[in-house]
């Protein structure tokens, strides 16, 4: 029995620069994830996705004279407001008892997964923006929305160099790590990374709340860096070094902003932290590039991981006895 669903999201280009690395990472969804196969209640479905319009709107995108460009005295400049219906139609085939109903959460689950992985490969590549899953032009189910805000911020610092110790890793080995973690099998996290990526998730749905993402950061990060009590800050420092490698000339500006960080979360945490009033709109420049680059550290280093095929870090102490010469 077939099923023909709608996933609508609200698109607009991302904020940077677009490039050719774009369409690939469309390409890679539309390889990885246009037919899958899926397990629920002990019964199997198929499910096919229709990437077409993704790939239209991308491709538009790299063209300056599109519409999503205005030329204001003479310079261009990318409109990057959310104001496109983005239409992703859907098959389901099922068999035996499995009803269409059962399948809704599973495939929220599989979207997770296809952002998640998206965008640890190409950062900034998809964002699932007012989700919702239609049958018959009526809404069934919505969606938990997940931003690439942070996603996109990240590809503008590889450009910029901002970020000059990241990288990108491929769609196959990103797909095959996550695939490895078991990841979303259980209601709670079961390793480090896994940790790490559903802490990541709920900061990609706060929304205006620059401090209330730092808890969240470090969850993520000490879930990826295991510290010993008295010894957290210096031992998180020397595994984020270990795992990101940057190199010699950015070492100080990596360690001082890490820093500033993990003071940014103490007087959160502490009580120190200067509150301000909820209807105060004076913009905190300093403490949203902090936040920023705390994020991107949790993305960087969840990165780290699926490249090198770990599930999270360990440390160890070995005691070596001092011999005694025999001369």
């Keep these: 029995?077939?099923?023909?669903?709608?996933?609508?999201?609200?698109?607009?280009?991302?904020?940077?620069?677009?490039?050719?690395?774009?369409?690939?990472?469309?390409?890679?969804i539309i390889r990885n994830y246009g037919h899958v196969i899926?397990?629920?209640?002990?019964?199997?479905?198929?499910?096919?996705?229709?990437?077409?319009?993704?790939?239209?709107?991308v491709k538009t995108t790299l063209s300056s004279n599109s519409k999503f460009y205005r030329t204001v005295d003479g310079e261009s400049y990318k409109l990057a407001s959310k104001a496109e219906q983005l239409v992703v139609p859907m098959i389901v085939v099922k068999e035996g008892d499995l009803s269409l109903n059962s399948t809704l959460?599973?495939?929220?689950?599989?979207?997770?997964?296809?952002?998640?992985?998206?965008?640890?490969?190409?950062?900034g590549i998809l964002d699932l923006y007012q989700p919702k899953i239609y049958v018959?032009?009526?809404?069934?189910?919505?969606?938990?929305?997940?931003?690439?805000?942070?996603?996109?911020?990240?590809?503008?610092?590889?450009?910029?160099?901002?970020?000059?110790?990241?990288?990108k890793v491929k769609f196959s080995q990103v797909k095959n790590w996550y695939k490895s973690l078991r990841i979303g099998e259980s209601s709670f996290a079961n390793s480090p990374a896994e940790n790490a990526i559903y802490s990541l998730l709920h900061i990609t749905t706060?929304?205006?709340?620059?401090?209330?993402?730092?808890?969240?950061?470090?969850?993520?990060?000490?879930?990826?860096?295991?510290?010993?009590?008295?010894?957290?800050?210096?031992?998180?420092?020397?595994?984020?070094?270990?795992?990101?490698?940057?190199?010699?000339e950015h070492k100080k500006r990596f360690m001082q902003k890490l820093e500033r960080l993990a003071s940014l979360r103490h007087s959160f945490i502490h009580g120190a932290y200067k509150v301000p009033f909820l209807h105060h709109d004076d913009f905190n420049h300093e403490e949203f590039d902090l936040v920023e680059f705390g994020v991107v550290l949790v993305i960087l280093s969840i990165q780290r991981l699926a490249e090198n095929n770990w599930s999270g870090l360990t440390i160890e102490s070995v005691i070596s006895p001092n011999k005694i010469s025999s001369e």
């Design 1 to 28: 029995m077939e099923y023909h669903l709608e996933l609508h999201l609200k698109w607009g280009p991302k904020s940077g620069c677009s490039s050719i690395a774009d369409l690939y990472g469309v390409d890679e």
């Design 105 to 123: 959460p599973d495939i929220e689950k599989l979207l997770t997964e296809i952002y998640i992985v998206s965008n640890i490969s190409i950062p």
């Design 136 to 167: 018959n032009g009526e809404c069934v189910y919505e969606l938990v929305a997940l931003s690439s805000y942070y996603f996109e911020e990240l590809d503008d610092g590889i450009r910029s160099k901002k970020y000059p110790f990241a990288r």
């Design 38 to 57: 899926r397990e629920v209640e002990d019964n199997t479905y198929e499910l096919l996705l229709d990437w077409t319009q993704l790939r239209t709107l």
């Design 206 to 248: 706060i929304e205006q709340q620059v401090i209330g993402v730092v808890p969240w950061i470090f969850c993520a990060l000490e879930s990826i860096f295991p510290t010993n009590v008295g010894r957290g800050g210096a031992q998180l420092k020397e595994q984020a070094l270990f795992l990101l490698n940057p190199k010699a």
